[in-house]
């Protein structure tokens, strides 16, 4: 941040993101919901959905498996993943539903990911003589071939995917109350506007309604 001029713009800090305290208009996670462990999925959405405020989106981005979740093999619970777990898109999407979040849409790319795979064990492979000067043996290299073939092939098959989950804030249950009310009687947009919690105008209204925050 700082050699790219940005330090009075960034601010990094190591905690639990369970303490946070403030509100975000953007939400970011990379790689990390596969280590949240499923006796947490709910409080992270919890998270997730206390700190967004009213018109921010969260981007989830993580490994899934489209055949439902299963126990994490073994080798990689032991040597790469310690804890690890690779959840079901479905489930992804019950438990952020289950505490107020709308999922908006969301995008796999498995097979790309294992030709990024295919490359890093490329790269290792071509780097060894480099990696093995630091003091690392020959079971570290099959260790990390292992993996990276591993992998590579569960991506190349489908057994699992990556990809990235968009998520916002549903309607506000006031906002939808005045709005079933009008449908029913057919009352214009504009007269929603006097059953409203004060300050909520009928162009707020249609904000929600319009382009990306479209009626579920």
Request: charged content about 25%; glycine content about 10%; hydrophobic content about 45%.
């Amino acid at each position: 941040a700082e050699a790219e001029g940005l330090a009075d713009r960034v601010r990094f800090e190591a905690l639990d993101y369970r303490a946070l305290d403030r509100d975000f208009d953007r939400i970011v996670s990379v790689g990390m919901f596969e280590h949240v462990g499923v006796g947490h999925y709910r409080q992270f959405f919890e998270t997730v959905a206390r700190r967004l405020r009213p018109d921010g989106v969260a981007l989830i981005h993580a490994i899934g498996r489209f055949e439902g979740a299963g126990a994490t093999s073994p080798w990689i619970d032991r040597y790469i993943f310690p804890g690890g777990q690779v959840p079901a898109p479905s489930v992804l999407r019950q438990r952020a539903g289950e505490v107020g979040l709308r999922w908006r849409e969301d995008a796999w790319f498995g097979r790309s990911y294992a030709r990024t795979l295919a490359t890093w064990h490329r790269n290792f492979d071509a780097a060894w003589p480099e990696i093995a000067a630091l003091g690392f043996d020959r079971r570290f290299q099959r260790m990390w071939q292992y993996y990276l073939s591993y992998t590579e092939g569960g991506f190349r098959c489908g057994h699992a995917d990556v990809g990235q989950i968009v998520l916002a804030t549903k309607l506000p249950d006031h906002f939808r109350r005045a709005l079933a009310a009008a449908r029913e009687r057919g009352t214009a947009l504009h007269a929603v506007e006097d059953e409203m919690t004060p300050g909520v105008t009928h162009a707020e209204i249609g904000a929600y309604l319009l382009g990306i925050w479209g009626l579920p």
